[in-house]
Every structure is written in C-alpha cells, then in structure tokens.
C-alpha cells in the first residue's frame, strides 16, 4: 500500500517569513495529492491540491508543487500570518486504491507574531 | 459547497456501552464514505471504506466486528463501537468525496469519544 512520509514535524517561522513542508509517497500509481489544514479539536479543512498531471499550483499565498519522478510533493506558504498556525497533513490517493487518502504524519507550523 | 454533517460532536459513557456515529452528506450523494481515527497529536488513520449497498472495506488491524459501518442510503454512513473501552477513546471522523475520482473530499465535524 502507500506510504507518505512528512517532514518536518514541527516548524517555526517569524510572521512574514514562507514556511516549506516536504513530502514523499512511495506508491506510483498516486495521482491526487491534497493538503490540509487542521486546527486543534476540529475537522482537516482542504486548502490546496494538485492532480498527476500538474507540476505547480498556486492559490494566492499557497503554492503547491510536485515531482513525479522523485515522488515528492512541498507544500509552500509565503507571507506566514499568526493564523497559519496549525498543523498541516499532506496526502496522496490513487484512484486503484478506490481514492482511499494516506495521510503524511502531520507537520505543526508555528507562526511567530 | 458540499458539507459533510457527523453527529454527535462529543460522547462521554462508560465502558461496555455501544456508540453510534452518523456521517450525512448534506447536498451530494457519496456511494462511498470513509471512517478516520485520530489519536491526540498524530495523523488520521484509515479505519474502513463505507459503501452504500454493500459491506464496508477495513483496513488491516480493523475489527469489523468490534466497528460496525452501515451505510444505508446514498446520504449517511453510521459507525457503531461496540462494546466500547477505554482504549477505544479517539476522534473519529468521516468524509466523503463529492466526485469520482481524485475528487476532493470533504470531512464531517468529527466526534470526540471518551470512554470512561
């Protein structure tokens, strides 16, 4: 089955600086690869994704891209704001695997006012 | 944009006692559901794959009969622990996706179990 790896686990920045969170998958046939944004006690809320097909995508502050090759996908915020701070799961399905989401374990990002 | 309802939001009861869980996409139908758990400060772990008119999918290490998933209608998935103990204490949470295929997917509320 998949495997995601995610790193780092923990992450402080200073307001304003970009944060960088990396990730690998190891299951080929993975072609969906969503991130998400969880707050303490509350549900994962997506805030980007990007398909197989696609090398970058950005939305506004949040890029992300992916690297099918060496099967790693970063997740990049610029302009870090106190509100970013959560932690942040990357994700990879694979639509063989019936869409099922592996999650990465999750990188908690301080952002420092 | 779609929501994903799941109630309730927070059980607390005593060991022994069954636990029901309801999961309802509120504006899309989802033939298929997923059941997540989440212990305090690690990742969401796939517990099983709910399918509408049919046995759930678990994943290894799973109880199917310890977590029963019933999903009925086009609309709600419902995870029953049964005969709950403390160790069964987590977050559970659901999603679906709206689509098929590499569709995003959208995650109920969660609900806290606490098992005394």
């Known amino acids: 089955g998949e495997n995601v790896e995610q790193h780092p686990s923990t992450l402080s920045v200073q307001e304003g600086d970009s944060a960088v969170i990396k990730c690998t998958y190891s299951?080929?046939?993975?072609?969906?690869f969503p991130w998400y944004k969880q707050e303490l006690g509350k549900r994962p809320q997506l805030i980007i994704d990007i398909r197989s097909n696609v090398g970058e995508k950005k939305d506004q502050r949040i890029a992300v891209t992916l690297n099918k090759t060496a099967k790693h996908f970063s997740l990049h915020i610029t302009e870090t704001q106190p509100e970013d701070s959560a932690v942040y799961f990357c994700a990879a399905s694979s639509w063989s695997s019936g869409d099922k989401l592996t999650f990465g374990t999750g990188t908690r990002l301080a952002v420092r006012p | 944009g779609a929501v994903v309802s799941q109630h309730p939001s927070w059980v607390i009861c005593k060991s022994g006692t069954s636990v029901k869980i309801e999961c309802r996409s509120l504006?899309?139908?989802?033939?298929?559901m997923f059941w997540y758990r989440q212990f305090p400060k690690q990742s969401l772990m796939l517990m099983a794959t709910?399918?509408?008119?049919?046995?759930?999918?678990?994943e290894q290490g799973v109880e199917k009969d310890k977590f029963l998933i019933n999903h009925a209608s086009l609309t709600l998935s419902t995870l029953t622990v049964t005969s709950a103990h403390p160790e069964d204490s987590s977050f559970y949470i659901c999603s679906a996706p709206q689509g098929i295929s590499n569709q995003p997917q959208h995650f109920g509320d969660g609900t806290r179990l606490s098992i005394l």
């Open positions: 504006d899309f139908q989802a033939t298929t």
């Open positions: 709910s399918n509408e008119g049919s046995k759930a999918t678990y």
């Open positions: 299951d080929s046939a993975s072609n969906y």
